[in-house]
């Protein structure tokens, strides 16, 4: 049932994403008189699962969900039709249009992935506002949570004040903003003192566990008390241990580091149990473990522990826009540093290029309107960006040509526009087999 929600999920997204993207190249075609033949959902290799054909347009669906295209009278595409293209130039046709105009219809698909992403961060602003963490919450600052963290110079117990010079007011904010800075300053034992980052801090993220490196400290809390473990009897699932051998233990960390000098002992222990303090004896096993897996503790009882607080800011409508439209702002100029740094070798984020398993497994396995919505801003963002690279068979590609043509007064041939979207064909299909090869070596290897 979980791979049934994700895969919903994952194909309303794509296939809202691609009809808009497809309307945006559609309108325009049709406010200027240029006849659009084909407008389909997916590819349609060889055949259709669906089409019908309205006035002028065969609106399809087809069976290869790769993406999906409208196919536009007398325009060098990826339908590579060279027979319309041998015929003379017909007024309806693409080609016949102002060089303005064709700019504007193959602008269309990445306007509009822009604009839905915005739309949608003001309509969950509106509709959600905002939780976040007050990085003053951190009084006992973070969790190093991963050897990464370890390897980067950060200890649990750190306050991180600023990223790159700039303060940062939201937790929330710190794991991405790492990620593409170089430098942090932090607080250690009431000392400030800044760690620098190697260019390769994604490439040893990519490297480490599937996890952030940085988190908040939390409680221990037990989630399943394993039938081998000497402790069955003794601890309940969402049990949190309180103090161990004498000593308090706030966070998780701190009963870790008392298990590991206790090996082979039974020790006294208190754990809150259904919101009452309850004396028991813990036996500790000779790998310093008490055989349980632990859980994560909700935000709500974070906050009834006494352990943070919370923030929730509500909007009102005309409040959410200036939100929305800040948040989806953010969120572009964060892709631009991400794809920097996938065309930097140096950094090693180009490891971490996925394909469609990367999207698919972003998804969650319970329905979120909210994650989903969440989720289908950034791709529609990103889906934007991705088609304005300078690459031949990309709107992108279609732009530079056009403007090149409005700059020097010279229409590019359409053998040089054939060629050219041929090399853009290849360039995406090497892009396409490495994003989905990554996927399937990181599937093997288990990163």
Do not use: C
Not at 314 to 321: D, I, R
Not at 343 to 370: C, L, M, Q, R
Request: glycine letters at 8%; charged letters at 25%.
């Amino acid at each position: 049932m979980e791979i049934v929600i994700k895969l919903s999920q994952f194909l309303l997204s794509l296939s809202l994403l691609i009809i808009l993207h497809e309307l945006g190249h559609f309108i325009p075609s049709k406010i200027f008189k240029t006849r659009v033949e084909k407008f389909y959902l997916f590819f349609d290799i060889k055949y259709s699962l669906f089409k019908k054909k309205i006035g002028e347009t065969e609106y399809g669906i087809g069976w290869l969900p790769l993406g999906g295209y409208v196919k536009i009278s007398g325009m060098i595409d990826e339908s590579m039709d060279k027979e319309q293209m041998a015929l003379p130039p017909q007024p309806w046709e693409f080609r016949s249009k102002p060089a303005w105009q064709r700019l504007i219809i193959m602008l269309g698909g990445v306007i509009v992935n822009f604009i839905l992403a915005f739309v949608i961060y003001i309509g969950m602003a509106y509709a959600y506002g905002d939780m976040y963490l007050n990085n003053s919450e951190l009084k006992d600052g973070i969790a190093v949570t991963s050897t990464v963290g370890e390897e980067l110079g950060f200890k649990t117990g750190d306050k991180i004040i600023a990223i790159d010079g700039e303060k940062i007011a939201h937790f929330d904010e710190i794991p991405m903003k790492l990620l593409f800075s170089k430098s942090a300053l932090i607080v250690r034992d009431g000392a400030e003192q800044t760690i620098n980052f190697p260019v390769d801090l994604i490439d040893k993220v990519l490297k480490g566990e599937k996890r952030p490196f940085i988190g908040w400290r939390e409680p221990f809390a037990i989630g399943k008390v394993l039938d081998s473990s000497a402790n069955k009897t003794v601890l309940l699932p969402k049990d949190i241990i309180k103090s161990l051998n004498g000593e308090p233990t706030k966070y998780s960390d701190q009963v870790v580091e008392i298990l590991k000098n206790n090996k082979n002992k039974t020790v006294d222990a208190v754990v809150l149990r259904d919101e009452k303090e309850v004396p028991v004896k813990i036996n500790i096993n000779k790998d310093g473990k008490l055989g349980i897996i632990p859980a994560s503790v909700s935000i709500k009882s974070l906050e009834k522990l006494g352990l943070y607080k919370f923030s929730t800011q509500e909007y009102s409508f005309f409040e959410a826009f200036p939100v929305g439209i800040e948040k989806g702002k953010n969120q572009l100029v964060g892709y631009g540093k991400q794809l920097k740094a996938i065309f930097n070798p140096d950094t090693g984020a180009y490891k971490g290029v996925g394909g469609f398993k990367a999207i698919f497994d972003i998804f969650p396995s319970t329905w979120s309107w909210e994650v989903f919505w969440n989720i289908t801003a950034l791709l529609s963002i990103m889906l934007g960006v991705m088609n304005l690279l300078p690459i031949p068979a990309l709107d992108g590609g279609h732009v530079i040509f056009l403007l090149y043509e409005m700059i020097s007064g010279r229409k590019p041939s359409d053998k040089f526009l054939e060629n050219a979207q041929m090399v853009g064909f290849f360039l995406l299909i090497t892009l396409l087999l490495f994003a989905n090869g990554n996927d399937i070596y990181k599937a093997i290897v288990g990163r």
